[in-house]
């Protein structure tokens, strides 16, 4: 079996340049993503049949099937109880996690209207976070048959122990971040 495009890619040029920018000595130092976890939540009063959409939806998405998440505590203003279906969420680990990265960073996100990259704030411990609203830039999901758009979030976690680590090591992967007002200032200087 093939080894996915992406684990390669860290392999043989992710390794290598994270190695020479931080100064690791052994190349178990360099960060790597470790696990990405997708949930969606929806509304304490949802009905069954959107739950099982949800629920398909982002089996389609990531290839898993998801768990159903459950509220722990009983809200009268929101009208939810205890043990009440609230979201699904669904961990990818080694091959299933490289393949659904491939596909978020080289044809979801692309896809998106005006997309002019993502915000390049990670959580200050390297981890990163991101929310798409319409889960139909996905390739798996047909737009066609469905009339409700479903957001979710996904959770990148990485071993990096700080931003300029994940942030980087994410970048060597393709993330298309945003850029910051000073770095376009930047680039339009070098151009002229």
Known sequence: MQQPALKTQYTDKV??????????????QVPAVKKIVINSGFSATADKNHIKFVNDEIAKVSGQRPV???????????K????????VKVTLRGRAMYEFLNRLIQ?????????RGVPAKLDGQGNYS??????????????????ENMGMD????????????GRELL?????????????VAEEEAAQA
């Open 171 to 183: 970048a060597l992967f393709g993330m298309p971040f945003r850029k910051s007002s000073s770095e």
């Open 154 to 165: 996904i959770c990148i976690n990485t071993s990096a122990k700080n931003d300029e680590e």
């Open 80 to 87: 939810l109880r205890e043990g009440q279906p609230i979201g």
């Open 15 to 28: 390794i290598p340049e994270l190695m020479e920018k931080f100064g690791y000595a052994n190349p178990h």
């Open 107 to 115: 044809v979801a996100l692309p896809c998106i209207r005006d997309f």
């Open 68 to 78: 159903t998440t459950k509220a722990k505590l009983s809200i009268s203003n929101f």
């Open 130 to 147: 991101l929310g798409v609203s319409d889960h139909t830039i996905f390739p798996e999901v047909s737009a066609d048959g469905t009339s």
